[in-house]
């Protein structure tokens, strides 16, 4: 009865850890899809399989994200800034700022020295914030979201996009490639209009380093460099950052669960 | 004596020719697509055809739209703001205000005497354009055409909470998912897209007579929908897609009535239309 889960269910993809005295134990991710509920229950399902475990070995689960709801199987459902946040400072424990950029949106989030969370802002409804861009984009140049930073990075004259919107920058892109412009430089122009509305969210909480970052769109290896050059910092990037909000969650189902003298 | 005015926008090309006395002789309207040289020389090829007139009897033309410089045989360029105030004020004139909403943008614009003397608009987000009920129109898998009246038969209307097209675009799906009822989705979604448009005009304040045009005045439920957001009536033209190319013939023929009454010489383009090869094998 020592392990615990986390399960972050987000608009695109849902991810979920197991936790041993702190330490990740297993991790799994898929699709959200259009029952989150069922998509909940396979997380735990092969939680439980990669980690050996039986379902009575999971002495506390703490669900969160933004389909937190569905996850009826959790003791209690945890707010996704704090989950983030309790996350970073169990990988980087000096974290003072950590970027989480998503599909959905991008979310700063400053931490005191206890890791508390002091302060955060949230990208605007907009697509164009979010990890969502790359997505539209990745789907005009036919190519996987994968190998997007990676050929990002490629580029020595990223195009500059006009438009602050997610729908005309396809159009925008669309037409880019009919005039023959290499992909890695449309690639290369989609981070760069990204970083520069996710430093602008950072430069509005004001940036106090180490400044760590997390989410899908830390894999984008490229938009994780402009961000960097942008805000003249270097930022510490968690293995598989997209399991931090998550690992958050079984943080807290941990010391929720456990009483507060055993915590130290 | 002819002129003719040709509005190349983001989603449509429109050519309108008049005679000397503003009288409509061919109206054409095609599809944008990224050849704009070409499709500009057919579109007119067309209009000519359908008045029985050649090139060489077009006195003067005035090109308008986003893609005005793309058209080789026209005389001037005049931004589609000033095109769209003439032609808005020659079918309607008590317009004070006036709103074309195209594919591209939405444009609000204050008309005194004819003349243009402010204007807000919005280039910037999909979300307050024509733009967003394509995407939307795609998602759920309707014609564009076919919207507004569908969004008229709504029992009530369900509220579109995304400000933005992609993620409403994703809202949609989950509310069809949910098993709401298409025409309430429908109603929400033309109320969306009121309600940012109304606040565009707000920022310019509203005159009667108000005007509609651009391609969503062709929607009915748009209409409506804008009309509620407003709480004023609203004048929408027989062809809301041709005040652009109808106002930059009308300032055809100014500038040309201008030049013969002053005597001025009036530089004038070569009068001759290129072939169109569409997507010819050198673009291969």
Known sequence: MSWFMGIDIGSVYSKGVVTKDFQLVASHIIISGANYRTSAEAIRTELIKKGNLTEDDIANTIATGSGADNVYFASQKANDIVCTARGINNVFLQTRTVIDIASQSTRVIRLNEEGIVTNFTVSEKCAAGGGRFIEVIANVLRIDLSDFGPLAAKSSSPITFSTGCAVFGESEAITRVSEGVPKEDIAAGVNKALASKISSLVKKLKLEEPCAVCGGGALNIALVKTIESELNTDLLVPPQPQLITALGAAIIATTSATPESSEN | ?284
């Open chain 2, 1 to 284: 004596m002819y002129f003719a005015g040709v509005d190349i926008g983001s989603t449509m090309t429109k050519v309108v020719l008049i005679d000397k006395s503003s009288n409509l002789l061919s109206t054409i309207k095609g599809p944008t697509g990224p050849e704009h040289r070409q499709l500009a020389n057919e579109v007119m090829r067309q209009a000519l055809e359908q008045a029985s007139l050649q090139i060489d009897d077009i006195s003067y033309i005035v090109a308008t739209g986003y893609g005005r410089l793309n058209v080789p045989f026209a005389d001037r360029q005049i931004t589609e703001l000033s095109c769209h105030a003439k032609g808005v004020s020659s079918l309607f004139p008590n317009v004070q205000t006036a709103i074309d909403i195209g594919g591209q943008d939405a444009k609000c614009m204050k008309i005194a005497n004819g003349r243009l003397i402010n204007f807000v608009m919005n280039d910037k987000c999909a979300a307050g354009t024509g733009r967003f009920l394509e995407v939307t129109a795609a998602t759920l898998g309707i014609r564009l055409e076919a919207m507004g009246d569908i969004s008229l038969k709504a029992t009530k209307k369900i509220q579109i909470s995304s400000l933005c097209t992609i993620f409403a675009q994703q809202e949609v799906v989950a509310l069809l998912s949910r098993g709401e009822k298409l025409e309430n989705i429908l109603a929400g979604l033309h109320d969306a897209l009121a309600s940012r448009i109304a606040a565009l005009a707000r920022r310019l304040g509203i005159e009667p007579d108000l005007v509609l045009t651009g391609g969503v005045a062709k929607n009915i439920g748009m209409v409506r929908a804008i009309k509620e957001s407003l709480g004023c009536e609203i004048l929408v033209p027989e062809e809301p897609l041709l005040t652009g190319a109808l106002g930059a013939a009308i300032l055809a023929k100014g500038i040309y009535m201008k030049a013969v009454v002053t005597g001025e010489a009036l530089p004038t383009k070569a009068r001759r239309l290129e072939k169109a090869t569409f997507f010819s094998q050198e673009h291969r």
